[in-house]
């Protein structure tokens, strides 16, 4: 199975080393994640293309800092408009323009045996207009990574790793604990999609 995996940054790919798997430090943010997506599946034709990464939890939300989970949807949450109510989704608007209203993103197959979440993402992290209702996490790439995977027709899956609480001046990051544990868990998670191919040989 070829697999490639896309991360972040070179600190969230310092623990990771696996034969057979092609690593790209992709950078931070939906820009550099949609042409790093893009790149990696034009150059690289994965069988299976992972974003792995850290995160935030909001504090609603059941998630604890050192928590794997593999997201299940994605919404770029701060695309849209501030109107005299309030920010508001693209998708929401009531614009008299012919364009994809496009709001949550859905990752079609998952592996079973992990936690699942929903995500959202943001340039501006820690937002305080962003919706958060629907989500438990937040991070800068997925929704980029997720658009790009569903448009060229690339099996994709998004691993994070909770790092901290999204709330301003809560500074308390575990960066260190929450890369071991995302190691931990792409291992798990290559492992999981190797046997999976295994058994539908």
Request: charged fraction near 20%; hydrophobic fraction near 45%.
């Amino acid at each position: 199975m070829n697999i490639t995996v896309l991360f972040p940054t070179a600190t969230e790919a310092s623990l990771f080393s696996h034969p057979g798997v092609t690593t790209i430090v992709s950078g931070v943010g939906l820009t550099a994640t949609a042409y790093a997506t893009l790149k990696a599946i034009q150059q690289h034709r994965p069988d299976v293309l992972i974003l792995a990464g850290v995160a935030g939890v909001y504090p609603h939300a059941s998630l604890q800092i050192g928590d794997v989970v593999l997201v299940e949807s994605e919404v770029e949450g701060d695309l849209g408009f501030f109107t005299p109510e309030g920010f508001t989704h693209l998708a929401h608007l009531p614009l008299d323009m012919a364009f994809e209203r496009r709001h949550t993103l859905h990752c079609p197959r998952l592996p079973e045996g992990f936690a699942r979440t929903k995500s959202v993402s943001l340039n501006a992290a820690l937002a305080p207009f962003v919706d958060s209702r629907e989500v438990e996490i937040e991070n800068m790439e997925g929704a980029a990574f997720f658009h790009v995977c569903l448009e060229e027709g690339q099996r994709f899956v998004e691993i994070r790793a909770i790092s901290n609480v999204v709330k301003p001046g809560h500074d308390d990051w575990d960066l260190e604990g929450s890369v071991r544990a995302l190691t931990d868990g792409l291992y798990r998670l290559i492992a999981a999609l190797r046997q999976e191919e295994a058994g539908a040989a």
